[in-house]
């Protein structure tokens, strides 16, 4: 079985609106996937039900072996910890420091002091903010701040990345590096990326697989490296 | 131990939200406190009222005196009689001879005028104790219609509008009571549910980085906990420190020595003790409900 599998997916709200119409896609385990398409495409949908943010009309959601429709709203939290996520605005706690706000996810789970200690250290190492575990999030640049929300996504070290606009608040140069910085991720442990952006030189520079979503309906599925486009996507 | 671990971090972020956002804590506090001294003096009164008409009431009795003469199985077929009424509490058997000794104790002149008489002229009497005071006046009339019984005397009027009286205050107290809890139960839960308000980004955060819902719930359970705790102190002071004072202050009654005050210790534990415990599980209550609206999608 593939690592993430959607089989018809229909997604309407309540107030009527279809977002998603018979969306199918797989993904294997420790693929790079970007999810391009307008705003109101469905993209924001479609990434949210990954991680049961919302739940499909009709349809399976399949994440690592979980029917994500099915999980009750009490066992959401199993599901959270395999998967990280990282967000457009960032979602730090402002009162927590650079340390506190990644230790979080390990304290939620449980986890003992002396075991925290060094992954979250392990973690700010690998996104470079290692000399600023004092900090607090108001006291960092944005891209510092993405830095903080990618180590906490990584710290419990999840099979699967979910990146919601990582970089839609960031200049170039800056979502150059956060780029960087998630590429590592994904080459040297292995982590399955799936990354919604509107960003078309990151789509075009990286040369990775990529879902077009359209008006609810999956417009194309292009293999690693054939999708360019000059179009603002 | 897992589960050890989560608890204690729990009561740790507590104590640090409660210090950090202090502010709105300082304003829960206040809203308990303020709420809680209110409940004590309500529950001050009403204990005191209550005590007050509960213990005029048990002065009330019925006194029922015997026709002249009469023999030992009469008395005694009346006194079952009498006792196989649903409303008797106890029924007590006072002889002339008994009568006569009260009164020359009483009065020497009285003494002095029973003993110049050959026969005791008094009546013996049974004093009958009534469970329901408000039924006093069908339970005389019933015992008056029995053979053998001559008079029957229970204060009548007064009796009757005193304990109508009686009644409505204490309804109308036990009514005010629960309507204070019942407000204040409402104050401080809405308190908590602002401060909570304040908050919900940092439940949402919680949620998406894998905290269960118990391991979210249990920090603001514990604060809500704080919180109320914290709220009663200042009520408990006033509680024990103004009830003791004003008790001794005022002798221990009020106006007449009819109306005498509950003794201070233990009842201004137990009122303490309601407090304190109102004062947590409103809080805890509240905070769990508050956070639980954060908690579906």
């Known amino acids: 079985m593939k690592f993430i599998e959607l089989k018809n997916v229909n997604k309407v709200y309540k107030n009527g609106v279809t977002a998603l119409a018979d969306v199918s896609i797989s993904i294997d385990k420790g693929e790079f996937v970007f999810v391009i398409g307008l705003t109101a495409s469905g993209k924001s949908t479609f990434i949210k039900m990954l991680y049961r943010e919302e739940k499909p009309t009709k349809g399976t959601v399949m994440v690592g072996g979980l029917n994500v429709g099915k999980i009750r709203n009490r066992k959401v939290y199993k599901l959270r910890r395999k998967i990280g996520i990282v967000f457009q605005d960032f979602k730090l706690l402002p009162?927590?420091?650079?340390?506190?706000?990644?230790?979080?996810?390990?304290?939620?789970?449980?986890?003992?002091?002396k075991d925290i200690r060094p992954k979250v250290i392990n973690a700010l190492e690998r996104v470079g903010l290692k000399d600023k575990v004092r900090s607090f999030p108001g006291e960092l640049s944005g891209g510092e701040q993405q830095r903080v929300c990618i180590a906490r996504a990584i710290v419990n070290e999840p099979k699967l990345l979910i990146c919601d606009e990582p970089t839609g608040n960031l200049d170039p140069k800056t979502s150059?590096?956060?780029?960087?910085?998630?590429?590592?991720?994904?080459?040297?442990?292995?982590?399955?990326?799936?990354?919604?952006t509107h960003d078309k030189d990151i789509v075009n520079r990286m040369k990775k697989r990529v879902l077009l979503i359209e008006h609810g309906v999956l417009a194309g599925d292009f293999a690693k490296g054939s999708y360019k486009t000059n179009e603002s996507v | 131990m897992r589960a050890f671990r989560i608890?204690?971090?729990?009561?740790?972020?507590?104590?640090?939200?409660?210090?950090?956002?202090?502010?709105?804590?300082?304003?829960?506090?206040?809203?308990?406190?303020?709420?809680?001294?209110?409940?004590?003096?309500?529950?001050?009164?009403?204990?005191?009222?209550?005590?007050?008409?509960?213990?005029?009431?048990?002065?009330?009795?019925?006194?029922?005196?015997?026709?002249?003469?009469?023999?030992?199985?009469?008395i005694d077929n009346i006194k079952s009689?009498?006792?196989?009424?649903?409303n008797i509490e106890s029924v007590?058997?006072?002889?002339?001879?008994?009568?006569?000794?009260?009164?020359?104790?009483?009065?020497?002149?009285?003494?002095?005028?029973?003993?110049?008489?050959?026969?005791?002229?008094?009546?013996?009497?049974?004093?009958?104790?009534?469970?329901?005071?408000?039924?006093?006046?069908?339970?005389?009339?019933?015992?008056?219609?029995?053979?053998g019984v001559?008079?029957?005397?229970?204060?009548?009027?007064?009796?009757?509008?005193?304990?109508?009286?009686?009644?409505?205050?204490?309804?109308?107290?036990?009514?005010?009571?629960?309507?204070?809890?019942?407000?204040?139960?409402?104050?401080?839960?809405?308190?908590?549910?602002?401060?909570?308000?304040?908050?919900?980004?940092?439940?949402?955060?919680?949620?998406?980085?894998?905290?269960?819902?118990?391991?979210?719930?249990?920090?603001?359970?514990?604060?809500?906990?704080?919180?109320?705790?914290?709220?009663?102190?200042?009520?408990?002071?006033?509680?024990?420190?103004?009830?003791?004072?004003?008790?001794?202050?005022?002798?221990?009654?009020?106006?007449?020595?009819m109306l005498v005050l509950l003794k201070p210790y233990n009842f201004v534990f137990y009122v303490s003790g309601i407090l304190l415990i109102l004062g947590a599980v409103v809080g805890m209550i509240g905070s769990l409900l508050a956070v639980r609206k954060y908690l579906k999608i």
């Open chain 2, 92 to 147: 007590t058997f006072k002889s002339k001879t008994e009568w006569k000794d009260q009164m020359s104790e009483y009065d020497e002149s009285f003494e002095t005028v029973l003993d110049y008489l050959d026969e005791n002229p008094l009546l013996d009497s049974f004093i009958l104790k009534v469970k329901d005071v408000e039924k006093i006046g069908e339970t005389a009339e019933y015992v008056k219609s029995i053979s």
């Open chain 2, 7 to 74: 608890f204690r971090r729990s009561v740790r972020d507590a104590f640090k939200s409660v210090i950090r956002n202090f502010s709105l804590s300082f304003a829960s506090i206040m809203c308990t406190t303020i709420t809680l001294i209110l409940v004590s003096l309500s529950l001050l009164c009403a204990a005191n009222i209550n005590n007050v008409t509960k213990s005029i009431e048990d002065e009330l009795s019925i006194v029922v005196y015997l026709e002249k003469d009469i023999d030992e199985t009469s």
């Open chain 1, 176 to 196: 150059k590096e956060i780029m960087n910085v998630i590429e590592g991720i994904n080459s040297d442990l292995g982590t399955t990326i799936i990354m919604a």
């Open chain 2, 81 to 86: 009689d009498i006792e196989s009424q649903k």
């Open chain 2, 150 to 257: 001559d008079v029957v005397k229970y204060g009548e009027g007064m009796v009757e509008s005193i304990i109508k009286a009686f009644s409505v205050i204490q309804k109308v107290v036990v009514i005010v009571v629960i309507a204070l809890i019942l407000v204040t139960a409402f104050l401080i839960s809405n308190t908590i549910k602002l401060t909570i308000f304040s908050r919900r980004s940092a439940i949402e955060i919680m949620r998406l980085v894998g905290a269960s819902n118990i391991a979210i719930k249990i920090p603001f359970i514990v604060e809500g906990f704080l919180i109320g705790v914290i709220g009663a102190i200042i009520p408990i002071c006033i509680t024990i420190y103004g009830y003791v004072i004003s008790y001794s202050l005022l002798n221990g009654h009020i106006f007449s020595n």
């Open chain 1, 95 to 113: 009162k927590l420091t650079v340390y506190e706000n990644v230790a979080f996810a390990l304290e939620c789970v449980g986890m003992k002091d």
